[in-house]
């Protein structure tokens, strides 16, 4: 297997852990199951088109953002890995989005803004960025990783980084439109097994960045 292939595999397994689909299809349905089919595909198109574009504008300008804040990449991957590790470890404890929350902040929006068509509209517009582009989809978590792997590649990094991101966000599309059908078919106890387990990965990546961060750190000061 080639030294890009496998990158590609870890760049995936990566993202996919983070982002878990099935458990934020979940939250996609809790949020927008109620509506129709052609407003649940608008706001999936939305949502991840603002998720893609974050991440793409992150991928790109990382090392930038490196040499405006003086950050170095060791840096990056010590708190990104903290916060990977985080995630994860309330992932695996079944602490998984904030579905209950979420959908309770956007029935309090409804109620206040009303139920006309002009305020559906908003709803609509406000659903797809948060909760779900942001955080659910293109959280602390998600960044940091699409930062990690991407300046630490060069080209090649951003390029991959992106590429496999797309990928993922057309899964999750997929995911989102067809999740009546998900849901039923894995069942709750289902989402909770996939969302420990991803979890786990989650842990696994993040102490594994934190790792090679302070290792780095050390052999440069040493």
Known sequence: MSDLTTQMITVFLGFFAIMNPIANTAAFAGLV????????????????LITF???????????AIFHLFGIT?????????????IVGYHMLNGHGSNLH?????????????GTGAGAEEDDESDVAVS?????LLAG????ATAMNYSAA?????????????????????????FSSNILSFIGKSGV???????????????????????????????
């Open 53 to 63: 574009f974050v991440i793409l504008c992150f991928s790109v300008l990382g090392k």
């Open 192 to 222: 909770h097994i996939v969302t420990r387990l991803m979890g786990l990965i989650l842990a696994v990546i993040g102490t594994q960045i934190l790792i090679i961060g302070i290792t780095n750190l050390v052999s440069k000061m040493s």
């Open 101 to 113: 929350s979420a959908k309770g902040a956007e029935t309090g929006d409804r109620a206040e803004t």
């Open 73 to 85: 990449i060791d840096a990056l991957r010590i708190t990104g890995g903290i916060l990977v590790f």
């Open 140 to 143: 602390p978590g998600t960044i």
């Open 33 to 48: 199951g109620e509506r129709s089919k052609a407003e649940q595909i608008k706001i999936a198109t939305k949502a991840l």
């Open 153 to 177: 590649g060069g080209m090649t990094g951003i390029l991959t980084t992106v590429s496999v991101f797309a990928l993922l966000c057309l899964i999750t599309f997929i995911c989102f439109i």
């Open 131 to 135: 909760p779900l582009a942001v955080p």
